[in-house]
C-alpha cells in the first residue's frame, strides 16, 4: 500500500503531542503509523501479545513522565476492558487509535459483533470516543484528542473509520 | 507439581525491599500490595488495587520512560499468570532496568486459597526463560532470597520466590489510585507535565 499522507499527518500530530512510547497489537491500517514509529529514533515501540497490555504500559509511562499511544483495532479493545479501570481510577491520561473493523464493506463476519460494539464498550469503560470518516480531519482529530487525554487527564479513543483506511480486500 | 512452598512471605518481602533507596516498586493486587505495605510505606511504591494481570507492563512502562533507575514488580502467581503474555512482550523490549519478583503460594490467596496453576503444572520461572528471560531463578529458602535481593535490584531477572500459604494479616494501603500516582509521579520530579 502506498504511503498515505494522513498518516504521516497522523504521526506528526502524535510527534507534536510529545508521544514517546508507541505500543500497538498489529493492524494493517496502522501499518504505516507503526512504520514511522519503528524508524523515529526519539519513540519507543513495544510490540504487545494482547492490547490490554498496552493501558498497563502507558500507565507506567504516566508514571515515570512519559507519554504513550496505543494502536490496536477495533476487535482488541474488547480485551482491555478492566483494565481501562486503571486510568479512571488513577485519573491518568490514555489515547488509543483504534482502526474500525466490522462496519464497512467487512468480508469477515467474526469482525463485524466486537466492531459494532466498540463505541458502546469504550463509553461504558469511562473512555471519551472520538471518530474519524475523513482524511482531512484525521491530525486535527489526533491532535485534539491528544490534547483532552494528556491535559485533562481521561482516556481517549479517536476510531479510524473502515472506509477511510479502506476495507480490507480478501482475494481467493 | 505441588506447592513446596516454606517462605514468609513478609519475611521475604521485607528482605527484598531493605534498603530500597530510589527503588521503583510496582505491587500486584491482593497481598503483594499488602506486603509491600507491611515492609514500609513509601511514595515510590506503586500499589495495584486491581488491574490484574498489568503489573509487569506498568514496570515496563516507568523503566522505558526512566532507563536510569531500577524498577520492581512484585506480584503473585495469579496476577502474573493472567498477564503471561507480557512476559513475552517484556524479554522482546529489551530492557535491562526492570526485574520481576513473583511471591509465589501456588494458590489465589484473596478468594479462599484455590489452586493455582503453579501449583498444578506451570513453572513461571521456565515460562519466563522460554519468552527469552536470559536471567531466571527460583528461591526455596531466606538465603536465596537474600541472594535475590540485590540480583533484583542490578540484573534484568525474573525471580519466583516459593512462599507458605499463610495469609498474615493484611496491611492496607492507600487504595486512591489518583493519590498513589500523584504522590509517585512528584517523587521523582515528572508531576509537572
Given at each position: 500500500m502506498p504511503p498515505r499522507a494522513w498518516q504521516g499527518e497522523v504521526f506528526a500530530a502524535l510527534k507534536a503531542a510529545r508521544i514517546k512510547q508507541v505500543s500497538y497489537v498489529p493492524d494493517a491500517g496502522h501499518a504505516q503509523l507503526i512504520a514511522s514509529a519503528h524508524a523515529d529514533p526519539e519513540m519507543q515501540t513495544v510490540v504487545l501479545t494482547t492490547e490490554e497490555e498496552g493501558i498497563a504500559l502507558a500507565a507506567g509511562a504516566w508514571l515515570g513522565g512519559q507519554r504513550a499511544v496505543l494502536l490496536m483495532q477495533s476487535s482488541g479493545v474488547g480485551n482491555c476492558i478492566n483494565m481501562l479501570s486503571l486510568p479512571v481510577n488513577c485519573r491518568m491520561p490514555f489515547l488509543t487509535l483504534v482502526t474500525m473493523r466490522?462496519?464497512?464493506?467487512?468480508?469477515?463476519?467474526?469482525?463485524?459483533p466486537m466492531g459494532s460494539a466498540t463505541p458502546a464498550v469504550l463509553t461504558a469503560a469511562g473512555v471519551h470516543v472520538r471518530r474519524v470518516d475523513s482524511a482531512e480531519d484525521a491530525a486535527e482529530i489526533v491532535a485534539a484528542s491528544a490534547a483532552l487525554a494528556f491535559d485533562s487527564a481521561v482516556p481517549v479513543s479517536v476510531l479510524l473509520s473502515q472506509r477511510l483506511i479502506g476495507a480490507k480486500v480478501f482475494v481467493k | 507439581m505441588r506447592n513446596d512452598g516454606t517462605l514468609n512471605r513478609r519475611e521475604v518481602t521485607s528482605v527484598l525491599l531493605r534498603?530500597?533507596?530510589d527503588l521503583l516498586v510496582v505491587s500486584g493486587l491482593g497481598a503483594p500490595s499488602y506486603d509491600a505495605a507491611a515492609a514500609g510505606d513509601r511514595t515510590l511504591n506503586f500499589y495495584l488495587w486491581?488491574?490484574?494481570?498489568?503489573a509487569a507492563m506498568i514496570g515496563l512502562g516507568i523503566a522505558l520512560a526512566q532507563p536510569s533507575r531500577r524498577v520492581l514488580v512484585l506480584t503473585g502467581d495469579g496476577e502474573m499468570l493472567m498477564g503471561l503474555g507480557s512476559l513475552a512482550t517484556i524479554a522482546a523490549a529489551g530492557v535491562q532496568n526492570l526485574a520481576v519478583a513473583v511471591l509465589d503460594n501456588?494458590?489465589?490467596?484473596?478468594?479462599?486459597?484455590q489452586p493455582s496453576h503453579t501449583g498444578l503444572t506451570t513453572d513461571l520461572a521456565a515460562v519466563a526463560a522460554a519468552c527469552g528471560w536470559a536471567n531466571t531463578a527460583t528461591a526455596r529458602s531466606m538465603d536465596e532470597a537474600e541472594t535475590l535481593r540485590l540480583r533484583l535490584r542490578r540484573e534484568h531477572l525474573f525471580a519466583v520466590l516459593r512462599i507458605a500459604p499463610d495469609e498474615p494479616p493484611r496491611h492496607l494501603p492507600p487504595r486512591d489510585g489518583a493519590y498513589l500516582s500523584g504522590r509517585f509521579r512528584r517523587a521523582i520530579g515528572v508531576a509537572a507535565d
Open positions: 466490522g462496519e464497512w464493506a467487512e468480508f469477515n463476519p467474526w469482525q463485524v | 534498603d530500597p533507596g486491581g488491574a490484574m494481570g498489568g501456588a494458590r489465589y490467596g484473596e478468594t479462599g486459597s
